[in-house]
């Protein structure tokens, strides 16, 4: 499917992210995210994990929502996004490619579904 040209939104940023912002995002170390694992592992079974682990979520919620209201406001993504949203959907996803790569795909299935993800977000946040 041939890709559509990228415009730019409100001053001179481009939409697309930068290499390092891929590496940070779609980097997954082999044993997973320490968190995800406890909580995964522990929160059926344990009030006490569900009790700690929703202020981590909120924490990480504000975060992204902050970090996604700057790329707003400074023109860097289009400034028709809800960062709150956009920062559950962000999440959700950076979650399932953690799943995929314990599951164990293999590394090119797991590039393919990180690509996906990627160009999903860039179509949404480019318009």
């Given at each position: 499917?041939?890709?559509?040209p990228r415009t730019r939104a409100r001053?001179?940023?481009s939409h697309r992210p930068t290499r390092s912002t891929r590496a940070v995002a779609w980097s997954c170390p082999p044993q997973g995210c320490l968190m995800a694992n406890s909580v995964a592992a522990l929160s059926a079974?344990?009030?006490d994990v569900r009790t700690r682990a929703c202020p981590l979520y909120d924490e990480?919620?504000?975060?992204?929502?902050?970090r996604i209201t700057e790329a707003r406001d400074s023109g860097e993504i289009d400034e028709d996004i809800d960062p709150e949203s956009?920062?559950?959907a962000l999440i959700a996803v950076?979650?399932?490619i953690?799943?995929?790569h314990k599951a164990g795909l293999s590394a090119e299935e797991l590039q393919?579904?990180?690509n996906a993800a990627l160009e999903m977000i860039e179509r949404s946040v480019g318009r």
């Open positions: 499917m041939p890709r559509r001053g001179t940023a079974q344990d009030e990480t919620l504000a975060l992204f929502t902050r956009t920062a559950r950076r979650q399932g953690e799943f995929l393919r579904a990180k």
